[in-house]
Every structure is written in C-alpha cells, then in structure tokens.
C-alpha cells in the first residue's frame, strides 16, 4: 500500500516537473548524426525568476508576473486540529527549553549544570509522549486502532525500555596462557 502511494507520488512529481513530458520524447538512435536542439530560456532571466520565488517564499508572497510554472495558485491551506495541538506542545517546550539554556549556561557550579541538564532531558521527553499521545487520541478517533496501538506501546517503551538479557549459551572464554 506504501509503495503503491509513493509510485504516484513520484509519478505525479515527474508530471508536475515536466519530466515526463521530456522523457516521452524520441532519443536519436546510436548511429544517427542528427542530433536534436533545444532551446533553453536565458541563464539569468531564469536565476532572476527563481531568485524572486524563493524572495516570496519567505514573504509568502509572490511579486507580480512571478508565477509557478503556469500552475494554479494553491489556496492556503489550514493547519489540521492535530497539528495545531503539536505545534502548541513543541512551542511550549521550546521557550521552557530556551529559559533552562540560558540558566545552565549561567551555572555557578556543576551539580547546578547537572540538574539543569536532567530538566532539560525530561522536558524533552515528557513534550515527545505528550506528542505522541495527541498522535495516539486523534488515531483512536479516526478508528486506526492499529497505528494508535503502536504509539503506546512506544510511549510505554520510552517511559520503560527494555533492558537487553545477556547472552547465557555462548562459551565461556579460554585461558590461553
């Protein structure tokens, strides 16, 4: 099923892009001296046309006669209910996560460095179950019981992991000496 949906993923890109288009053309054979032209727009002009879409990319806006490729403007879109709670949680953990560097990095000593250092790792890990139990909730509501499953059983791998059993059957080393 994954594949199937990155097959028309990638084709749907080679369409977008042009690719296809380009592939579907005749290539000479081995032995023709014929060889085909194409013509390429201007180095610069190109540049220029680029140059502005990344300028606007960042203003989210495009400037006048600067379009994408002949495609039609993409309403904007809004962000899903689920992202919008993720974003609140990593942006809360951002801003505590910028106040507990600046105070480990103002540390007199290093039992003060050492404690700031466990917050830090905590919030870490507390802000990534809470994000992955958003994952889960919003699983279960949409009835993939499945995916919901496997983001608690990796909540409850983070909160206890596994410790690894030593190996019991391997032999015991010689003495060679």
Known sequence: MN?????????????VTGQASAADKATPQKGSAAKE??????????????????????TEALPDGVGL????????????PMMLEIRAVLEHASEQS?????????????????????????????????????????????GDNDMADGIEASIANILDPKVPVART?????????
């Open 3 to 15: 594949r199937s949906k990155l097959l028309i993923t990638a084709l749907a890109l080679l369409v």
């Open 37 to 58: 032209e194409t013509s390429r727009p201007q180095a610069g002009s190109v540049l220029d046309v680029n140059q502005a879409e990344l300028d606007a990319s960042r």
């Open 69 to 80: 490729a002949g495609l039609a403007p993409v309403p904007e879109r809004q962000e899903r």
């Open 98 to 142: 910028t106040q507990l560097q600046l105070q480990f990095e103002t540390a007199t000593n290093e039992t003060t460095a050492l404690g700031i250092q466990r917050e830090l790792e905590k919030l870490m890990q507390d802000s990534e179950i809470e994000v992955l139990q958003i994952q889960a909730r919003y699983a279960r509501a949409r």
């Open 169 to 177: 059957d391997r032999p015991r080393p010689s003495d060679n000496n």
